[in-house]
């Protein structure tokens, strides 16, 4: 259906400017509430009422329209966002493979384009594993994972105060309390105080998680599973992060051996979101 957005604006955009609206939108909440995250070239900025309520006309669910002001930036990952239609109040419940997500995307970072990965990685888990997600958000990763396992204990670490908050919330909204325990926190302060021996390790931050794998080497057990996130352009998508990897265990005189390697969404031309997985020896 959002592959309609430009038809619906014909006759209302002028025709050499309707090339210029987006193909696709995040759309994040449920039928019963819902906001739409869209990105408006500067050309078309004085035609945005009219874009956002094409929108709305399309998806009835959306009740808020917000434009993207800049990329993700700062300690949060936020990026600015404006309202240009609709309800004020764009906190929403977003429903993910059977989960409940409560988050504002104008105070935390929420992607949904990432359910598949989220997915993924749960899929990847077995029953008894002792996980720590990093850079934790709202929860999707540990909800995700303790919604498909009956024996886990997962450890989420966030930095960002409305994000662990959101999280708080989540888990109990999921019913697992009893399987993730949220810490408010910068990983560099909280980590060290953790106890060692995890089973896997999720690193979610593409930009610049590389930077806090020394904190995650130590922490994983013998033959533990660390899930690296990294931004890469081709054509060696996989080269980097997987050298930034080997060259963190070296330095704890231990051995990644490299399982698994995956694109998980690309950014622009050339420039993709990858994961490697590597066991930690």
């Known amino acids: 259906m959002r592959g309609r957005l430009r038809e619906r604006l014909k006759g209302v955009i002028p025709p050499e400017s309707l090339s210029l609206v987006p193909r696709s939108y995040d759309i994040i909440g449920s039928r019963g509430k819902a906001v739409a995250i869209i990105e408006i070239p500067e050309e078309l900025r004085p035609y945005e009422a009219e874009i956002a309520e094409a929108i709305m006309e399309l998806h009835r669910s959306v009740k808020s329209v917000l434009a993207k002001e800049s990329g993700r930036a700062g300690d949060y ?67 995700r994972i303790a919604k498909l396992r009956g024996d886990v204990d ?59 794998l020394d904190l995650a080497i130590p922490l994983l057990g013998e ?40 694109k998980v969404s690309q950014y622009s031309p050339r420039v993709w979101k990858v994961r490697v997985d590597a066991r930690i020896l």
Not at 163 to 180: F, G, P, Q, S, T
Not at 188 to 194: A, K, Y
Not at 231 to 258: G, K
């Open 77 to 143: 990952r936020l990026r600015r966002l404006r309202l240009i239609a609709g309800d004020p109040d764009t906190e929403v419940i977003h429903k993910e493979a059977g989960c409940l997500f409560k988050l504002d995307p104008m105070k935390v970072y929420f992607s949904p384009r990432e359910a598949t990965e989220r997915g993924r990685i749960a899929s990847k888990v077995a029953e008894g594993e002792r996980i720590l997600v990093m850079f934790s958000g709202v929860g999707p990763y540990p909800i």
């Open 154 to 212: 997962i450890t989420a670490v966030e930095l960002n105060p409305d994000a662990h908050n959101y999280c708080v919330e989540n888990i109990h909204l999921n019913r697992v309390e009893d399987k993730v325990h949220p810490i408010l926190g910068d990983v560099r302060d909280v980590c060290p105080r953790l106890e060692g021996g995890f089973d896997r390790i999720v690193m979610p931050l593409p930009l610049g998680a590389y930077r806090f």
């Open 223 to 262: 033959g533990g599973i660390l899930h690296f996130y990294h931004w890469a352009r081709e054509p060696s998508l996989f080269e980097e992060a997987e050298r930034l990897v080997s060259e963190a265990a070296d330095r704890f005189d231990r051995e990644a051996e490299i399982i698994d390697r995956i």
